[in-house]
């Protein structure tokens, strides 16, 4: 069963900087896209950043520039580097792990979900 946990949440002051990370365990196979989504309250979960499998990036406009998204294929972990954080970026922040079965069938793994708090 494939698991994915996520670290690295917490408090921080509006320009500062914080580093998830997430491991995927229970998994034979490699997965063709991981990232990160997040969903504030009241709000729908959204795409915060993705990378492939072959190191191909996509990013939300709202943090292109501030965030960068990384990912080791042989340790099936993923990270997210935020910085020159603003309140807006307070979330909860889940960890994706997709597997591609065609073009038109996707199977997605998520993690459970790591509090950001961007205030001063």
């Known amino acids: 069963q494939v698991q994915l946990v996520e670290s690295g949440g917490g408090l921080v002051q509006p320009g500062g900087s914080l580093r998830l990370s997430c491991a995927a365990s229970g998994s034979s196979f490699s997965f063709n896209a991981m990232g990160w989504y997040r969903q504030a309250p009241g709000k729908q979960r959204e795409l915060v950043a993705t990378?492939?499998?072959?190191?191909?990036?996509n990013y939300a406009d709202s943090v292109k520039s501030r965030f960068t998204v990384s990912r080791d294929n042989a340790k099936n972990t993923v990270n997210l580097q935020m910085n020159s954080l603003k309140p807006e970026d307070t979330a909860v922040y889940y960890c994706?792990?997709?597997?591609?079965?065609?073009?038109?069938?996707?199977?997605?793994?998520w993690g459970q979900g790591t509090q950001v708090t961007v205030s001063s």
């Open positions: 994706n792990a997709r597997i591609v079965v065609v073009p038109t069938l996707t199977h997605d793994y």
């Open positions: 990378i492939t499998s072959g190191g191909s990036t």
